[in-house]
């Protein structure tokens, strides 16, 4: 079974542009949790989808906005790009009932 | 709110060593326990879990235990390797109203083995 697919793997923006991330979650997870991974914070719960709705947000400014499809796939989109915002975006899957969630290769982001 | 305190790194070990790594969290209620290792380059791995309380999970030789007397899950090994040499998060997860789960992280601990 295939697992999860994030793409871009790299990207390079500059400061005030916008960026959309791409998630894939494995085949019959419905569930699909994005994170944010920097030196200086660690690992921070952005959003989590479940069926195309946002059922968990993190403490994130309003630049940091997700969507999900029916096929499960899932976007982030963040507006308005600061020099703070360069760091790994993690995208993560989770079947419903199942307590593990299973983590895709990540889109490292630099803003200049 | 709930949180996740891990020892701080780096720890450096000889092939063949003993490691442990500690983690102590703070959550009300019952929350499930993981452990996830990251290779450089690369994004989290499960390595084990564990549900409830004295629960063991294991995989690939490394072993935590669930104290919830102690609130900790700590990480062992009894023989590192060489590609053990990664960083490790602690991370524990409670089902919010509404079925959500989310991960709360500790800071990671870097594990270098020198052969």
């Known amino acids: 079974k295939a697992g999860v697919t994030q793409t871009p793997r790299y990207l390079i923006k500059t400061r005030g542009q916008q960026v959309t991330l791409s998630c894939s979650p494995i085949s019959g997870h419905r569930s699909v949790s994005w994170y944010q991974q920097t030196p200086g914070q660690g690992l921070q719960f952005l959003f989590e989808?479940?069926?195309?709705?946002?059922?968990n947000k993190g403490n994130f400014p309003g630049r940091f906005s997700g969507r999900q499809f029916s096929n499960s796939r899932s976007e982030m989109n963040v507006s308005t790009l600061e020099l703070g915002d360069s760091a790994l975006y993690l995208c993560a899957s989770q079947r419903e009932g199942f307590y593990e969630q299973y983590f895709g290769p990540g889109t490292r982001l630099t803003v200049t | 709110g709930d949180s996740v305190t891990q020892m701080e790194g780096p720890v450096t070990l000889s092939e063949e060593a003993f490691l442990t790594i500690n983690c102590t969290y703070t959550?009300?209620?019952?929350?499930?326990l993981f452990w996830y290792v990251q290779y450089p380059g690369e994004g989290l791995q499960l390595l084990l879990k564990?549900?409830?309380?004295?629960d063991k999970g294991s995989n690939k030789g490394f072993e935590a235990t669930y104290r919830k007397e102690t609130t900790s899950f700590h990480l062992e090994k009894g023989s590192v390797q060489v590609s053990d040499s990664a960083v490790y998060f602690c991370?524990?997860?409670?089902?919010?109203?509404?079925?959500?789960?989310?991960?709360?992280f500790g800071k990671g601990t870097k594990l270098t083995v020198n052969p």
């Open positions: 989808y479940f069926s195309e709705t946002q059922r």
């Open positions: 991370a524990l997860s409670r089902i919010t109203q509404g079925g959500s789960e989310k991960l709360v």
């Open positions: 564990a549900t409830k309380a004295d």
């Open positions: 959550a009300t209620g019952y929350p499930s």
